[in-house]
């Protein structure tokens, strides 16, 4: 089993659809939780962290399952500029290694 | 610009060859690491500094990668004797607490 599982997609989506990516992790000793953004041939920049009780940033909403070790991320309103691969991350405890997942690309559709 | 900075930015090499890359972290950062990432895939860990000293290395960082951080500043990752396997693009990222700051990373193709 891979540490970090991501939907696969990708996603194609309209302008204005609410798009839900999932994901899973396999270390019940994770500590930190996080949602990276990344656009063709660039570099990953964090999109949010991801709390237990839950996170908003304007379109975004993101979820932390500890029971379930899933997290998701919601996003509202989709533009499209959001088109982007997003990539799930994972800190371990004790570590300050990041361990992300693929990634699932989302394409905003005029 | 006082973003994580990569050089060279793009390196092409013949099979064998050795290569070397720098990252300049952002100034304030003490943490620094190093991710390779493949197509079609997330970054994977590679290796870690917090200041000069390399706290945490990956199975995957073989004998012919090195990675050091002499004066706690810069970092240079060396990979001795390349391989086909071996392309990728190389990122480094650095932090101050939970949010690392990725540079544009160092595509390398071995031929």
């Known amino acids: 089993r891979k540490e970090v599982e991501q939907d696969p997609g990708p996603f194609n989506v309209p302008e204005g659809a609410t798009v839900a990516f999932n994901c899973t992790y396999s270390?019940?000793?994770?500590?930190?939780f996080f949602w990276y953004r990344q656009d063709c041939r660039k570099e990953p920049k964090l999109l949010m962290s991801?709390?237990?009780s839950g996170n908003e940033d304007g379109r975004f909403t993101a979820q932390l399952n500890r029971a379930s070790q899933y997290i998701s991320l919601l996003i509202r309103d989709s533009k499209l500029s959001d088109s982007a691969t997003y990539l799930c991350?994972?800190?371990?405890?004790?570590?300050?290694?990041?361990?992300f997942g693929k990634g699932t690309k989302l394409s905003v559709i005029p | 610009d006082t973003g994580v900075s990569q050089n060279p930015r793009h390196k092409i090499t013949k099979r064998g060859q050795n290569v070397t890359f720098r990252c300049d972290p952002i100034s304030e950062h003490n943490r620094l690491y190093w991710y390779r990432q493949t197509l079609g895939q997330g970054p994977e860990f590679l290796t870690y500094?917090?200041?000069?000293?390399?706290?945490?290395k990956s199975r995957l960082l073989s004998d012919r990668f090195s990675a050091e951080r002499p004066k706690g500043s810069f970092s240079t990752l060396e990979i001795q004797r390349t391989e086909q396997g071996d392309s990728a693009m190389y990122l480094c990222?650095?932090?101050?607490?939970?949010?690392?700051?990725f540079g544009p990373g160092t595509r390398l193709t071995v031929l």
């Open positions: 991350v994972v800190g371990g405890a004790g570590s300050y290694q990041l361990t």
């Open positions: 990222a650095s932090s101050s607490d939970n949010e690392q700051f």
């Open positions: 991801v709390y237990s």
């Open positions: 270390n019940s000793a994770s500590q930190s």
């Open positions: 500094f917090q200041n000069e000293a390399q706290l945490e």
